[in-house]
């Protein structure tokens, strides 16, 4: 918003509680109705909108979850993006014989360092092949493929930041940083003597979030539409975390750590650390966001579409509504 983009939210559900927790956050945020599974309703939001960019940051995007409620994830963090493009590609009368004109929506989607999973290489790179571990890995496998694909079959300028995991306080209880955070606070205070973790073994590339939003915005300011690896290249053990976070606090974590199979997922993945090179390299030539169109941009911004956390869509219009 402080690049002068007007900003929209999609909110799914009838009285979605969340609504309240977006407005006291981000007040300036319009929202607009409209749900990853449900096609209709999302043409109407691009065509009530009139985007310039579209972020698809909406997933069922915590792990465990994702094998409990397969099908689900399948439909949301998969096929949601299916249709997403799809309203995007018949909104702006997109087809095989007519291609999108120069004013193009550019669409970005939220790609994830678990399609790696079981890991070929290390670090990870753009041709690092996918081996995903869980339901959601899978599900985002499909949505990058499909990316590219809308991109090659129909000329659209849509990309995939393959970003490694990104915190904030922001995060979700659910999630390590927070859950060992907070954790770590509440045994400091007296309330809690433990904390119940899974597998302390497991290495993750961890940055902020609110860097990685930046590479997401870049991204659809290049000149080409290409796809990116947005990591640190510095990778840790969740024990690391865990060893960090008690010695912030003047505690010894064996004191209070307790391993809970309850945590341990049915296929892990062990370690992952990104290759930004490419990011690193093409980042200077990010053109920023003049659309030369006289009018400023807007987001979308949503946080979480279906049972998880946060996430931020981005599209840029020209009408001022709040929730319709
Ligand atoms: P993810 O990488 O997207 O699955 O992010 P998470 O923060 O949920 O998990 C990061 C790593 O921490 C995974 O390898 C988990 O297996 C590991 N982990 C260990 N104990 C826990 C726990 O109690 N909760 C969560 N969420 N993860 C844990």
Redesign the pocket.
Known sequence: MAQGYEVWGLVRGQANPRVRRVRELLGEVHLVRGDLLDQGSLISAVERVQPDEVYNLAAI????MSWQQAELTGEVTGLGVLRVLEAIRVCSGISASRSPGHAQIRFYQASSS?MFGKVRESPQTEQTPFHPRSPYGVAKAYGHHLTQNYRESYGMFAVSGILF?HESPRRGA????R?VSLGVAKIKLGFERQL?????G?S?DWGFAGDYVRAMHLMLGMDQPSDYIVGTGVTHS?GDLVDLAFGVAGLDWRDHVVT?AA???PA??DRLCANPAKAAEDRVRGAGHDDGRGRPGAVVGVRRARGGLVRLRRVVARARVPIT
């Open positions: 995007s915590y792990v465990p678990e995991n659910e999630f390590v940083t859950k119940r973790l899974g597998n302390l497991a993750r969740v809970d945590f341990i997922r892990e993945v």
